[in-house]
Structures are given as structure tokens and as C-alpha cells.
């Protein structure tokens, strides 16, 4: 069997989501992965500075607001934002997923990372700045 490629000139998209909708679509992706059954819950938030935040093992924070943090300690789990200027932060083995949005809110970049205790610590807050985790406090 030959290898392929198809290529061509003219895509036609058939549906348009809205931002709220990108957000949704995300979050459910995320909350698809946590293994329920074995876990102490998720977290969610959407207020102004405000913080969501699990400790159970394959759990899921996730932090919609102004200026807010999500964070998790448990084994295999994760924190997101998804908010302007939000911050997450986990435990070696963890993931965070990270936004980053523009002044009039549009998201430029959204990321993961994986805490592994060098590129990434342990318990501390990043950020997503020009496309990169950035540390904050």
C-alpha cells in the first residue's frame, strides 16, 4: 500500500462555535478523562478572583473567572483556567492547562503541562504568558 496525500484548494467549515461554547466543549473534554468512580470529585468556579481546588486522586479543578486559580493535589489529576489572567498549580505528576487571552478577552493560547518537578514545580501558581508557563505568585 502507497502512501497518500490529498490536498485541495477550497475547505468549506459547516458549523461556527462561539467562545462560550470552545469553553464548554474543553472543560467537558477534560472532565471526560476523570476516573470518577475512584475519585473524591471536581471542583468548578466562576466567580471574580475566586479559586477552585481538589485534593482527590484523578480529580479535576477547573476555574472559569476574572483573575481566579485552580489547583490540585491528588494523584493524576488536573487544573484548568480558562479565564483572563488565571493561574493553576499541581502536584509532581499533574497536569495544568493554562489560558492565555487577550485585552478584549479573545483567547490567543491555550496549553498543557505536566508538573514533573523541574521545567514545572510542585505548588507553584503559572501562568500563560507569550505561549509559555510562567511562574507568578
Known amino acids: 500500500m ?23 466543549i474543553g472543560v467537558k ?7 470518577w468512580k475512584d475519585s473524591k470529585g ?12 481538589n485534593t482527590g486522586n484523578y480529580s479535576a479543578a477547573t476555574n472559569t473567572g476574572y483573575q481566579s486559580a485552580a489547583t490540585v493535589e491528588g ?8 479565564g483572563f489572567n488565571g493561574k493553576a498549580k499541581g502536584t509532581i ?7 492565555e487571552r487577550a485585552d ?16 514545572l ?3 507553584t501558581f503559572y501562568r500563560l504568558i507569550n505561549g509559555k508557563a510562567r511562574e507568578v505568585k
Open 121 to 123: 514545580k510542585e505548588n
Open 42 to 53: 471536581a471542583a468548578t468556579n466562576t466567580g471574580y478572583q475566586s479559586a477552585a481546588t
Open 2 to 24: 502507497q502512501d497518500n496525500k490529498i490536498s485541495c484548494s477550497k475547505l468549506t467549515i459547516g458549523v461556527e462555535i462561539g467562545l462560550s461554547d470552545y469553553i464548554g
Open 29 to 35: 473534554f477534560i472532565l471526560d478523562k476523570v476516573n
Open 75 to 82: 494523584k493524576d489529576s488536573v487544573a484548568v483556567v480558562t
Open 93 to 99: 505528576g499533574n497536569w495544568i492547562v493554562l489560558t
Open 104 to 119: 478584549d478577552m479573545f483567547i490567543k493560547s491555550v496549553k498543557s503541562f505536566k508538573i514533573d518537578g523541574k521545567k
